[in-house]
């Protein structure tokens, strides 16, 4: 007979008390920092105001950064960008970054990316890991076994200084997902699931643990994307503990231990997860089996829908809210979203760039034509992706199709003031937020998972993917 | 960082849910490596009439003759969601904002505000509404107060709500205009045993 575990922990718990330095009468713990990674956009700013204030990079080894927000992702590109002033802050982050002494993976550099592709792939976030970046979706990374979170600069300067921050110890949620995903069904679709059902704010204040059999079942990649989505969730993080498909992913990679220190860190990694009895202060179980593909209609994540579903009618609750979604995006509720015709299709972001988003995509694709009248865009999230992506030949897939096959980088999920897809334009995206003006003023953005966005650029229109492969 | 106590002051209602920070400035208005030169940028998408353009649209808030000298913001539930980007919050203070009241936050914009004296005070939904409406009917008279040493808002009618940060640490924060890492680097001590202790357990940790 066993002994029950006098006090069953969950992973999070683990995660904040290997890293508490000090704690206070306040509820705010002083937790040590593993690992800071910076882009170009906020993290050029952080170390430009660090050395402004008289201070230093505490442990550069630890801290990385890569060029991925601004950086031009045309094929030829150099540190001009069409964003206007984009090549200052290539330049400047670039500069700093030297005068530090951190990593950085800068154009050129195959290893270059989106900074939540990259870090997986460098073996550079590892399970049980505090991970930070001035950057909201940092929560992908917590898909490794790590405790992974977005932070502003000023906090960013705090880590960098002192190897800490200062937290606010979180609740804790835990989100179990049984049962299996249907054919075409992905990580995307499930995030898109939970957003519909406890909307934009459904994780505010909490660290949400993905558990159960579903989650067991994804693949590293597609854990990254459900995990990613987690921003819009609004929580402090998100976490799915570590398991072989983890250890399997990481083993070799260049940042990774190697050697005896490996099979010791997998020994500790191996100890990271909730033990058995322990007791979260939110719980929502989900079945995945009532997941199907998702787009959202509206101007938050959380407005979405089956792919074969209608706008929706709006309670009275929100019925501003939705009124105002519904006239930005020129839909009628009670209308099918399938069918709507699109101006543009964009494969790529920190949500869904990984090799395994463009081969599903390219699956597709394949012996397939964009439609005519529709711009369609592949952005690989890494060099490494996109190598990867041409030894097998996708990207002659994309191109044959009629994409454009882009340079790493998050491109076209966001506006910055150069390429946008255009006012009052129509485009299926597998990014992560159709915000109002997200992808350039006044464009109406559908977010949903590759596949849709491959099936979409073909039929012109939102399309249903199990519609098209049969 | 500039200390906030208390402000009584023009009240500008932006009562939608989901004000995300690309609204509260766009990616293109973030133009240098820069803290400053945002005010302008500051809710571009719906203050002027064209993109990158600087016409007024009449009809926004801040456009209004009433509501200058504006240095609160009331706004819906999950303000500041989306990007971290902390010019969201450099820009509204640049622009005069020292305070914004609201029934939730985004947790990064919430501690972009903290760290840069700008107070995040949340009240109830039906509270926001009430104040917002008060202030609609007379803008540049129906002044509200944040008082952070009292933990207090005071609406136009006078009506008083009692409010309080996530921790008191970010109050004493905020009050006296603390730097974070000053504060926290009288911790030093502690933090170079820690990692000396650590780097013994979790040797990849360290590179």
């Known amino acids: 007979m066993t002994t029950p575990n006098p006090s069953p922990s969950t992973l999070f718990d683990k995660l904040w008390a290997q890293h508490l330095v000090h704690s206070n009468d306040a509820g705010v713990g002083l937790i040590a920092i593993d690992r800071v990674f910076l882009h170009e956009r906020t993290g050029g700013i952080a170390l430009k105001s660090l050395r402004a204030a008289g201070r230093q990079v505490a442990d550069p080894a630890r801290v990385f950064g890569t060029m991925d927000h601004i950086v031009d992702t045309h094929v030829g590109r150099n540190d001009d960008t069409r964003m206007p002033g984009g090549r200052e802050f290539i330049v400047q982050t670039r500069e700093a970054a030297k005068a530090e002494g951190v990593t950085i993976f800068d154009i050129g550099d195959k290893r270059q990316g989106i900074v939540h592709v990259v870090s997986p792939e460098q073996g550079i976030v590892l399970p049980g890991l505090t991970v930070v970046c001035p950057d909201s979706h940092t929560c992908t990374q917590g898909a490794m076994g790590a405790l992974a979170w977005g932070i502003g600069s000023t906090e960013a300067e705090h880590a960098l200084a002192t190897r800490t921050l200062r937290i606010n110890r979180p609740k804790t949620m835990r989100i179990i997902v049984n049962g299996v995903l249907g054919t075409g069904v992905t990580a995307k679709d499930l995030a898109l699931t939970l957003l519909a059902r406890h909307g934009s704010r459904g994780g505010q204040g909490h660290i949400v643990e993905f558990a159960g059999t579903a989650i067991e079942a994804l693949e590293i990649e597609a854990r990254l994307t459900l995990c990613n989505m987690g921003a819009e969730l609004g929580c402090f993080s998100t976490i799915i503990a570590p398991d072989e498909k983890t250890f399997a992913y990481l083993e070799g990679r260049p940042y990774a231990p190697k050697g005896e220190v490996w099979d010791q860190a997998v020994a500790f990694w191996r100890t990271l997860k909730t033990d058995d009895g322990a007791t979260f202060d939110k719980e929502i179980v989900l079945d995945a089996s009532e997941v199907g593909p998702m787009i959202t209609w509206g101007t938050s994540p959380q407005q979405a829908i089956s792919i074969d579903g209608i706008v929706p009618y709006a309670d009275e609750a929100s019925a501003e809210i939705h009124q105002r979604a519904i006239t930005y995006m020129d839909v009628t509720a009670g209308q099918p979203v399938e069918g709507l015709k699109i101006g543009s299709a964009f494969i790529g972001s920190c949500t869904n760039s990984r090799l395994s988003d463009l081969r599903r995509a390219a699956a597709i694709l394949k012996g397939r034509k964009v439609a005519d009248g529709v711009r369609a865009i592949c952005v690989p999230g890494s060099g490494l992706v996109k190598e990867a992506a041409e030894a097998e030949g996708l990207d002659k897939v994309f191109i044959e199709a009629g994409f454009e096959w882009r340079e790493p980088g998050c491109s076209m999920c966001f506006f910055a003031g150069g390429e946008s897809f255009g006012a009052k334009e129509r485009v299926v995206s597998s990014t992560n937020r159709n915000f109002e003006s997200r992808q350039g003023p006044e464009t109406r953005t559908h977010i949903a998972s590759p596949e849709v966005v491959a099936a979409s650029a073909i039929a012109g229109c939102l399309a249903d993917p199990r519609k098209l492969a049969a | ?207």
């Open chain 2, 1 to 207: 960082m500039e200390a906030f106590v208390r402000m009584t002051a023009v009240a500008a209602p932006l009562v939608r849910a989901n004000i995300d920070t690309d609204i509260i400035i766009p990616s293109r208005e973030m133009k240098s490596v820069s803290k400053t030169g945002l005010k302008d940028g500051l809710f571009a998408g719906w203050r002027y009439t064209a993109v990158g353009g600087r016409d007024p649209k009449p009809d926004f808030v801040l456009n209004q003759p009433e509501y200058a000298g504006v240095g609160i913001l009331l706004a819906g539930e999950n303000v500041g969601c989306g990007s971290s980007r902390e010019h969201a919050v450099w820009a509204l203070h640049e622009y005069g904002f020292r305070a914004v009241i609201a029934p939730s936050f985004n947790p990064i914009f919430y501690n972009n505000c903290v760290r840069n004296g700008l107070c995040p005070v949340i009240l109830p939904a039906d509270v926001v509404a009430a104040i917002a409406a008060q202030v609609e009917a007379d803008p540049a008279n129906a002044k509200v107060t944040v008082d952070l040493e009292a933990q207090k808002v005071t609406a136009p009618d006078g009506s008083e709500y009692g409010f309080t940060l996530n921790n008191e640490e970010d109050r004493i924060a905020l009050l006296n205009g603390y730097d974070a890492v000053d504060l926290t680097l009288l911790h030093k001590d502690a933090i170079d045993a820690f990692i000396a202790s650590d780097q013994g357990q979790r040797p990849w940790v360290y590179l």
